[in-house]
Structures are given as C-alpha cells and as structure tokens.
C-alpha cells in the first residue's frame, strides 16, 4: 500500500529570523536574539507572542552552537536555489485578471452629462471630461520589474462571409453587411515601460484579428496605473528601535 505523500516544509531562514545578514558575528546573533527576545517574550502583554518566541529562540540556538557550520551549507544551496527560481519567475509575464483593466469612464456617467447623445464625438467627451485616455491598465508596483500582458476588450465588427457586406437582402446579416461582436486586444509591456500615469496610443488597423474583423474605434490610449503599496505601522521599521 502506497502512503500519501507529504510536501516537505519550507527550509526555515534563521538569519531573517534574527534580523541578520548572512554571515553575521556571533556577538550581532546574541545582541539581536536578546533585542527580539525582550519585545516577543510571552510575558510581555502587549508585544509577547509564544509562537515568534519559539522561532527566534531556534534561531539563536542554531547559530550560536556547532550546528550553525552544517546549516549555512544548506543554506547557501538554498538560497542558490532561490535565486534560480526567482530569475525563471521574473522572465515569465504576469497576465493581468480582467478587473485590473477598467474604462476611463463609465457610458452610464457620461449619459447622465448629456455626453451619449447622438452626434457628440469622443475628442469633445475628452474635451469637456478632461480625460483624454480610454482604458486604465491598474499594475502592481511589485509587478512593475516584469512583462505586464493586458487583455482589453473592444468592440469589433465582423463583415458577413455570406454576402461579404455587400448584399442589402442578405438573409445572414439582414442586409447590415456586418456583425457586432467583441475581441480582446492583446498588449504586452515591458518592464522598460512601466511607469505610473504613462499614456500609450495604439493605432487598431495595426492588430486586426483577421481580414474579416476589425475594431470599431481607430485609436486606443491606454493609461498605466502602478499601485504602489502603503506600508502599515509594524512594517515601518525593524522591530524594537
């Protein structure tokens, strides 16, 4: 009988334990085990934790004892391997989910400004809303160092293969010559480009899915919105100081 298998637990980084860089003095791995040991100690009531006790306590015992030799061998394999498989992670591109890219402006808002009447071009909505983009690209700013894709969707118009647009009695198309449809336009950015508030301009005859289809607008802007991460309190500083 076959037993199920276990994933083997993460090797544990002593020295980010202790706050320490690799390699550090055996008198910095005792200031700092104290240092920590004060501030996550159980009996302290506001700070105490038994579980971060634990750690930095196994984390001071391995590298002040003997033991330390054998686990920076391991280590240094380690975080060898660590870094491989962060350089392998950062040549793929990250594909954005379709709720990171959004409309400038909603056609609900822009009807109740009287901006969807009939004849009021999309230069004079820019003019009068001040936007003078079409879609947002909303990026991570731990993403920015990778190839961003971003699948945007856009309206198309489809020529009927029937009638090829030219019979106003055809029985396919009713005589419209065209269907409506949508496809996602596929961009990709490079690292290079990823800048907060960059505007981009994309001329849509370029990326015709084929020559039956083609987009109904001409040109694209596209916005790139980095997010950048506010840090909370407890990560301001290193603990204790």
Known sequence: MGGTKKNNPPFPDYYETLELPYGATAEAIRTNFRRLAKYFHPDIPLTGSEEAFIKIFTAYRTLSSQVRTKYDEIYKKYQAARFLQKQVSLSAPIVLPPSRVTFST????????????????????????????????????????????????????????????????CSSCGGAGSYKSSRNLKVEFPPSTLQNNRLFEFDLSKFRPDSFTHFKKKLLRVKLQIERKIPLPFEAGPVGK
């Open 106 to 169: 909603g056609i609900l808002d822009l009807a109740k400004r009287g901006l969807m009447r009939k004849g009021f071009r999309t230069k004079d909505r820019r003019k009068v809303t001040g936007i003078n983009y079409d879609i947002v690209v909303h990026i991570k700013e731990k993403e920015a160092i990778r190839r961003v894709i971003a699948l945007i969707p856009l309206t198309v118009r489809i020529v009927c293969r029937d009638c090829m647009g030219g019979d106003p009695h």
